[in-house]
């Protein structure tokens, strides 16, 4: 993607406008470029007449404290921007803030937010009052007046500018380590989750489609009411949560969609609890705030001293801050510090957190979008279409025209880079391995029954095994077709897309055919047993579990469980052929032989519903996934919706063809769709 384009001035014109609901492939632009977290301070007006007790000093950028280890010493800072206690709201908007908007247009995410002990100025610095507001409202006033600027009225008037931006609105606390949806107060707890992209997104947040500065005025006052503020010795009305409003802005330029981000962010204030006085429940909050706090400094400490691991999971706000901190952003903290004596220390420890603050690089890059006229294939129907559902928790494309009424949840940024028939041309591999991949085992397991029956003394009437005869006729067979669609592949098509989009659907269903056409190496096993066979020494295999030491044939990976098992637990982890304690009786093996194909058809499902529908604890017992990947599993249903099929797995990060392959086979699936 040519990140210039988002430079460039708007030359969107009516006609080249395509259809809003176009299908659109949403990518990163591949162009990075670093900026540096923005660190001002503003020192907030004294609240006492009485100076004789102020410690700060502020000149030009810098601010001066007197150093506590030897009061004749000044300490001093310097940093982008400082305002003193005259400085108004509209000063710092004008100066920190608004500068950065323009990027949001341009698909790139911006972070906005006040740091800074309690009864420093955060929160009025972010909300400000009626007579003067904050940062937050003159965001909402500035995007609203800016957009059509930005995004082509030269284009002239049958540009509808309406339908050319979407503002998403959405509004959140994180309180006691919870994240708290304000505008659904009634979600108290949401997950904070990462996409394929490692774009940080809160699952199943409300999001409002605003229009204007009143939509935001109408849902941003009731919904400031649900925040958790109380009083403490220190602040009247001082917030118990760090809260964040969350904007989503799409820009359409001719045929791209920009995806740019803004978050405005009102961070708790650090608390010294022997001043605060809190005691109870406002101590278990102060608790909550003071450690995300210290996390933050942790986070700040480790990028700065290029530690491999940032903790950014070891606490919500850090991880909902990912981005900011080090991640694609354009930020700027605005350091809220007290001027008098009794908040020294807090003063001091702030102008040092924030000095190290000033190191921090974030690289930015735009979220793009790119309609695709074409259609899209059916069995893309999972990644494209059904992803444009509004409502849903899979609506990764919003509708530009949506109504500002319209309610729809937060959903992940969609993967980078989906080619429109790259999904289709990966299952077919994946189908191509998975067939390669059974029928090496069929050919070890034949030609280690060979071995053991030529190690036999033979008898010379007897003649050579009508199974294993056949069984080697099927393989052949398969084979031949392999080599057959193969060949297929490299001929030159009329088109290659037409080849991909004709010719893949009948591909896959020949591998099925020759797939079902081959008999089950059990059922050949089992013939084998019941024509005596059962006397010669067991085939040693791969066991249910996977476990490759038991002598009996009923533990191959191709072995169909008994109906009994076929329940939804069946696909959890048992030990049941792990050791070769308790074969099964060749009887009981004869009867699920027999209909092997829709048994295996009914487990595949099943094992589909499980990783559907099943809690994290439950997926953890599945054979090879474990806390870890069952969490993965889990989020990646939460984010994109049902598997549709186990080539979904792919999808999942850290999720190998390898593993995926190990996974099926352990919980006794054979073939992946
Ligand atoms: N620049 C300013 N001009 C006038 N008054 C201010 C300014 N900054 C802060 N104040 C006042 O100082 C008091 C504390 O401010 P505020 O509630 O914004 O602190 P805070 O940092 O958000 O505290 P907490 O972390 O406890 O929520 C309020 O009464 C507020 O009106």
């Known amino acids: 993607m040519d990140v210039s384009a988002s430079r460039k001035r708007p030359t969107i014109s009516g006609a080249s406008r395509k259809p809003l609901d176009m299908v659109m492939e ?9 900026t540096r977290v923005k660190v001002v301070i503003r020192v907030r007006p004294p609240l006492t007449q009485d100076n004789s ?43 920190c803030v608004k500068p950065l908007l323009g990027h949001a247009i341009k698909g790139e995410n911006v972070s906005i937010f006040a740091y800074g002990p309690t009864g420093a100025g955060k929160t009025y610095t972010m909300l400000g009052t009626e007579e003067d507001p904050g940062m937050i409202p003159r965001v909402m006033h500035t995007l609203f007046q800016s957009l059509p600027a930005h995004c082509g009225t030269a284009a002239g008037p049958a540009l509808n500018a309406a339908s050319d931006h979407k503002v998403s609105f959405s509004f959140l606390e994180i309180y006691n380590e919870k994240v708290q949806d304000l505008l659904n107060p009634s979600e108290t707890d949401l997950p904070i989750r990462e996409d394929g992209n490692h774009n940080i997104f809160v699952a199943g947040l409300t999001e409002k489609v605003i229009r204007s500065f009143d939509d935001f005025k109408h849902l941003f006052g009731p919904a400031s009411k649900n925040r958790t503020m109380a009083a403490t010795k220190l602040n009247d009305r001082s917030s118990r949560s760090h809260c964040i409003v969350q904007l989503k802005v799409d820009s359409r330029r001719g045929n791209q969609v920009y995806h740019g981000k803004i978050y405005l962010i009102d961070l708790a204030g650090s608390e010294d609890n022997r001043r605060t006085g809190n005691i109870g429940i406002r101590l278990k909050e102060s608790g909550a705030i003071n450690k995300s706090l210290f996390v933050l400094g942790e986070v700040v400490d480790a990028i700065n001293n290029n530690l491999p691991r940032i903790p950014y999971r070891n606490s919500k706000l850090t991880r909902l801050l990912q981005d900011s901190i080090g991640g694609s952003c354009h930020a700027v903290m605005i350091t809220n510090v007290s001027p008098e004596e009794s908040f020294y220390y807090d003063t001091y420890c702030t102008l040092n ?12 890059t735009a979220s793009i979008s790119v309609d695709r006229p074409a259609e899209p294939p059916k069995s893309l129907k999972r990644s494209h279409s ?27 940024p969609p993967s980078a880079d989906i080619s429109p028939l790259g999904p289709l041309v990966q299952r077919q591999d994946h189908l191509e391995r998975t067939v390669k991949g059974c029928m090496k085992k069929m050919e070890d397991l034949v030609s280690k029954i060979h071995l053991k029956s030529a190690s036999k003394p033979r008898h010379p009437t007897s003649k050579p095994d009508p199974a294993l005869a056949e069984i080697q006729r099927q393989l052949t067979q398969v084979q031949r077709q392999l080599k057959e669609l193969e060949q297929h592949r490299e001929k030159p098509a009329v088109t290659e897309q037409q080849r991909k989009k004709e010719q893949k659907p009948d591909r896959r269903r020949s591998l099925r055919k020759a797939l079902a056409s081959v008999p089950s190496i059990d059922s050949v096993l089992k013939d084998k047993t019941n024509t005596g066979s059962s006397s010669q020494a067991p085939v040693k295999g791969v066991t249910k579990s996977g476990v490759w030491m038991t002598e009996d044939p009923s533990c ?15 696909g959890f982890k048992s030990t ?18 027999a209909n092997f194909t829709s048994q295996q058809k009914k487990q595949n499902e099943e094992f589909l519903t499980i990783l559907n529908t099943a809690p994290v604890r439950r997926l953890q017992e599945l054979h090879t996934v ?22 979904d797995l792919g999808d999942i990060p850290g999720f190998t063809q390898k593993y995926i392959h190990s996974l099926l086979q352990r919980n006794f699936i054979l073939t992946d769709d």
């Open 353 to 364: 957190f924030a000095t190290k603050s000033r190191k921090i690089v974030n690289s930015n």
């Open 556 to 570: 191959s990976p191709l072995f169909v469980p008994a109906p009994s098992s076929l329940s939804f637990n069946k």
């Open 626 to 647: 474990g806390a870890k990947r069952a969490r993965l599993i889990f989020d990646w249903r939460q984010a994109h919706g049902d598997f549709s099929s186990f080539d």
């Open 53 to 95: 007790k102020i410690c700060v000093g502020t000149a030009g950028n810098k601010v001066e404290i007197f150093n506590h280890r030897n009061i004749k010493e000044n300490l001093q800072y310097e940093f982008s921007s400082v305002f003193d206690k005259s400085s108004s709201q509209r000063e710092i908007f004008e100066v």
């Open 386 to 412: 059904e992803s444009q559902r509004v409502g849903g928790k899979t609506a990764k494309h919003p509708k530009l025209s949506d109504g500002h009424s319209t309610s729809s949840h937060a959903s992940p």
């Open 576 to 593: 049941a052929c792990k050791t070769s304690a308790a074969p099964r009786t060749p009887s009981k093996f004869k009867s699920d032989a």
């Open 26 to 34: 949403r990518k990163k632009s591949g162009e990075k470029r670093q």
